[in-house]
Nanobody, 119 residues
Framework: QVHLVESGGGSVQAGGSLRLSCEVS????????MGWFRQAPGKEREFLAR????????DVTDSVKGRFTISRDNAKNTAWLQLNSLKPEDTAVYYC????????????WGQGTQVTVSS
């Protein structure tokens, strides 16, 4: 069973930065493509970024491109999402996900970490 645990969320002021971590256990991390999503209150879950198994390819949604960066280290079984120049509208619960495919379906999910950005 693949187990994902996010950490690194918190409260920051607008313009600040956070680095979210997603540690994976229970399976071989390098087999999985990784993704990051968020969900704000009253809104649908939003895709943010994804990275291939080897890390050679990343995709970041246009709304956060240039501010958010996805990365991974297979030796540490961890993926990260760097959040820079945060805005109040970035406030949400952030989730990581894993899947063997690099598509739009994600089989494994973490429990989420809260990010709150104040103005």
């Amino acid at each position: 069973q693949v187990h994902l645990v996010e950490s690194g969320g918190g409260s920051v002021q607008a313009g600040g930065s956070l680095r979210l971590s997603c540690e994976v256990s229970g399976s071989t991390f390098s087999m999985y493509n990784m993704g990051w999503f968020r969900q704000a209150p009253g809104k649908e879950r939003e895709f943010l970024a994804r990275i291939t198994r080897s890390g050679e390819r990343t995709d970041v949604t246009d709304s956060v491109k240039g501010r958010f960066t996805i990365s991974r280290d297979n030796a540490k079984n961890t993926a990260w999402l760097q959040l820079n120049s945060l805005k109040p509208e970035d406030t949400a619960v952030y989730y990581c996900a894993a899947d063997l495919s690099f598509g739009i379906a994600w089989r494994y999910w973490g429990q989420g970490t809260q990010v709150t950005v104040s103005s």
